[in-house]
């Protein structure tokens, strides 16, 4: 079992709601999923909390077949094949990467090459650097004070953005003391990321993200339909986003405030879409097409 299914069986079997324990350790319960779903993983520092509030020993999480090469490239790479559901196979055949090699790199007996890496990657759908970062665990301190220096802000700059002394920034970073989880909060809505990032192991190129954004994407993006829009096109090809978003820009050329009217509008376009057959709609989009060659004729 992963460290996400035991937390979950020993949780339900606590009869403790997964909100509740979210709350309890200060994470959204949105992190909590993912951790219980194994696309997370808790730092050892709260895994600690996770195991006193459920009254087990921290040991109760190793996982299975852990051994002195856990934090090898192989072990990640097979965490991740089977947190993913993916056999050897299919690994293999989507990979184009032969299942022997696979199996062999999984057991450490084979060094992967950096283009095999990116192949395996692309496939479990994970950064290349996920598979090659180091097992060690940073500290919240060294959390804060890397990424505080990747965006170029000094102690005194951070901390005036943030409304507190610039020495508390500094026994911080070197894990003197534990900040509040308001501190906490204030912290990470300054540097850009999620508080989720000095609670849990993340994927550093994703944590970076959100700094790297201007400002109005981040906000624009903090919005949850924005959210949903983005997951739903996550499938789409380039050339489909492309298409959308041309079209998206000739409507907002034209782009007026939604009005009740609007909305009965736009609900039966759906409605039609939905329903539609496909010789029907290829039907409009000729009709378009004649009355588009209509007004080029017509010089509108």
């Given amino acids: 079992m992963t460290i996400g299914e035991k937390l979950k ?3 339900e079997d606590r009869g403790i709601p997964l909100e509740e324990l979210a709350d309890r ?3 959204a319960p949105a992190c909590m999923v993912e951790v219980e779903q194994g696309t997370r993983r808790l730092s050892l520092a709260t895994l600690k909390e996770v195991a006193a509030i459920l009254g087990v020993d921290v040991s109760y999480f190793q996982e299975e077949n852990d051994n002195k090469n856990d934090n090898s490239v192989g072990a990640r790479l097979r965490r991740l094949r089977e947190q993913k559901g993916i056999t050897l196979s299919e690994l293999s055949r989507r ?3 032969s299942l022997a090699h696979i199996s062999e790199i999984e057991r450490s007996r084979s060094t992967a090459s950096l283009k095999t890496l990116e192949k395996l990657a692309a496939v479990l759908e994970v950064s ?3 598979l090659l970062r180091s097992g060690q665990q940073d500290s919240l301190g060294a959390k804060l004070k890397r990424l505080r220096e990747k965006i170029g802000l000094t102690q005194k700059e951070l901390a005036q953005q ?8 500094g026994q911080i970073e070197t894990d003197r003391i534990q900040p509040s989880l ?8 300054a540097l850009g990321v999620s508080t989720c990032y000095f609670l849990m192991e993340d994927d550093e190129e994703d944590l970076y993200l ?6 109005d994407i981040r906000e624009a993006l903090r919005r949850p339909l924005l959210q949903q829009v983005v997951r739903d096109l996550a499938g789409w090809s380039d050339r489909e986003i492309k298409g959308l978003l041309d079209f998206v820009s000739i409507m907002n050329e034209a782009r007026r405030p939604l009005n009740d009217d609007d909305e009965e509008e736009y609900q039966e376009i759906k409605d039609f879409i939905r329903r539609s057959k496909e010789e029907e709609r290829n039907l409009v989009s000729n009709l378009i097409g004649v009355l588009n060659k209509k007004h080029q004729e017509d010089g509108v």
């Fill in 162 to 169: 943030v409304g507190i002394s610039h020495s508390l920034i």
């Fill in 25 to 27: 350790l200060d994470i």
């Fill in 210 to 215: 959100d700094y790297r954004l201007e400002a």
């Fill in 182 to 189: 308001s501190t906490l909060s204030s912290l990470a809505e």
């Fill in 95 to 97: 990979s184009g990467v």
């Fill in 128 to 130: 290349t650097s996920s």
């Fill in 9 to 11: 069986k020993l949780r």
